[in-house]
């Protein structure tokens, strides 16, 4: 079955880049028929949806981080990626990243999530 | 853009109790609407799309109801581990994503 797991720095300085790795294991990331998926949770907080990305590599990111967030696929290691650039504390929060299903309309296979923190 | 409102934020009910939990589209999305359950510490997980539809393995006390712009979730009967926050999420046109802000399930 397929998994996801999230990799990457822990601790990211203001102003610089975050950039988190997904890797998916059990199954092809170019299958069709998903949208591979960022999505971060702020501490005692609700969901926030920040973009997807098709095998093809076509992104779709959420208007709120438009210029700031990239979304990068690659097919032969199954992984995709997220960048996002000059980040505040405000970027502090718990990184995870999602299959999105077309069929279902819904994420159906989950990462644990990693949390990043913002700091100096 | 669509918005998606949650209520109650909180719910504070016993195990065996019945829990009716609501999602409000601020327009029309037909039945694209999914749930998800949240524990504490851990990632979320799919309950229903379509609105109603089960997801592989969910217990049938999980049931979800509605269309248009109206939506409920209900447990049937309160189980300990279904103590948790629940996120509506609906999939559209632009933004392609967005996420209700939640309904907490708490033992009372």
């Known amino acids: 079955q397929v998994q996801l797991q999230e990799s990457g720095p822990g601790l990211v300085k203001p102003s610089q880049t975050l950039s988190l790795t997904c890797t998916v294991s059990g199954g092809s990331i170019s299958g069709g028929g998903y949208y591979w998926s960022w999505i971060r949770q702020h501490s005692g907080k609700g969901l926030e949806w920040m973009g997807y990305?098709?095998?093809?590599?076509?992104?779709y990111y959420n208007p709120s981080l438009e210029g700031l967030l990239t979304i990068s696929v690659d097919t032969s290691k199954t992984q995709f990626s997220l960048r996002l650039s000059s980040v505040t504390a405000a970027d502090t929060a718990v990184y995870y990243c999602?299959?999105?299903?077309?069929?279902?309309?819904?994420?159906?296979?989950w990462g644990q999530g990693t949390t990043v923190t913002v700091s100096s | 853009e669509i918005v998606l409102t949650q209520s109650p934020a909180t719910l504070s009910l016993s195990p065996g109790e019945r829990a009716t939990l609501s999602c409000r589209a601020s327009?029309?999305?037909?039945?694209?609407l999914a749930w998800y359950q949240q524990k504490p510490g851990q990632a979320p997980r799919l309950l229903l799309d379509d609105a109603s539809n089960r997801a592989t393995g969910i217990p049938a006390r999980f049931s979800g109801g509605g269309s248009g712009t109206d939506f409920t979730l209900t447990i049937s009967s309160l189980e300990p581990e279904d103590f948790a926050v629940y996120y509506c999420?609906?999939?559209?046109?632009?933004?392609?994503?967005?996420f209700g802000g939640g309904t907490r399930v708490e033992i009372k």
């Open positions: 990305i098709y095998y093809s590599g076509s992104t």
């Open positions: 999420q609906h999939r559209g046109n632009w933004p392609p994503l967005t």
């Open positions: 327009q029309s999305v037909s039945r694209s």
């Open positions: 999602a299959r999105f299903s077309m069929t279902l309309g819904a994420m159906d296979v």
